[in-house]
């Protein structure tokens, strides 16, 4: 079945524009992530969503930064007035749940996108 | 703080030999500890997790809570293992869960 996908695959912008990053879930998925993926930084975790609700926002790097979820399914990432240190792979994930073992917590990740802060 | 650490940014073994990638944490609460890994021109998977108790791929990983520490380990290296690999920490609190990454592992299997 069709996996997480996730849009644009690249986008370069200038620095203090804002950009929107998009991701959707496997079908079905109540759960989902975003991370950021930096040459500095490593695979750093940021916001996750249970439904359209975010617990928990505090990862999130600067208030430049939101993200929503609608209809418990597509989600977005805005980042904005974007700064060359936004400059990352973004990536989306989703799972069944969020705990309950193997079979329902397995986060499937997105294929990322590549955001370049000119 | 929270922290994963994985002393080795690359590993290089020739196929066939016994791998170990190292990871080690500080959390004070109740650990739950995952490998993922990277294929080249791969997306990120899930490779094991502690609680599973499992072997995949021939990998396993054991969680020592005493030295804190959840290696990974092979005791016959492919040249398909070659890859990058994250060890990574999950952690509940009343806001709900979190994650931390270690800075990861490229393991490269020669032949």
């Known amino acids: 079945g069709a996996g997480v996908s996730q849009s644009p695959s690249n986008k370069v912008t200038e620095k203090g524009k804002d950009v929107e990053l998009r991701c959707d879930p496997i079908?079905?998925?109540?759960?989902l992530y975003w991370y950021r993926q930096s040459l500095g930084q490593g695979l750093e975790f940021l916001i996750y969503f249970q439904g359209n609700s975010a617990p928990d926002k505090s990862g999130l790097p600067s208030d430049r930064f939101s993200a929503e979820r609608t209809g418990g399914s597509v989600s977005t990432l805005t980042i904005q007035r974007t700064q060359q240190e936004d400059s990352a792979v973004y990536l989306c994930?989703?799972?069944?749940?969020?705990?309950?073992?193997?079979?329902?917590?397995?986060?499937?990740f997105g294929p990322g996108t590549r955001l370049t802060v000119l | 703080a929270q922290r994963v650490t994985q002393p080795e940014k690359l590993l290089s073994v020739f196929k066939g030999a016994p791998v170990e990638l190292k990871c080690n944490y500080s959390?004070?609460?109740?650990?739950?500890l995952f490998w993922y890994v990277q294929y080249s021109r791969q997306r990120l998977q899930l490779l094991l997790r502690?609680?599973s108790r499992e072997s995949i791929k021939g990998f396993t990983a054991d969680l020592n809570k005493g030295e804190t520490s959840f290696h990974l380990k092979k005791p016959f290296a492919q040249e398909e293992d070659s890859a990058m690999y994250y060890c990574?920490?999950?952690?509940?609190?009343?806001?709900?869960?979190?994650?931390?990454f270690g800075p990861g592992t490229r393991l490269s299997v020669l032949p």
């Open positions: 079908s079905g998925h109540t759960a």
């Open positions: 959390y004070s609460g109740s650990p739950e």
């Open positions: 994930a989703s799972s069944l749940a969020t705990s309950g073992g193997a079979i329902t917590d397995t986060q499937y």
């Open positions: 502690h609680i």
């Open positions: 990574a920490l999950r952690m509940w609190d009343n806001y709900g869960q979190n994650f931390v």
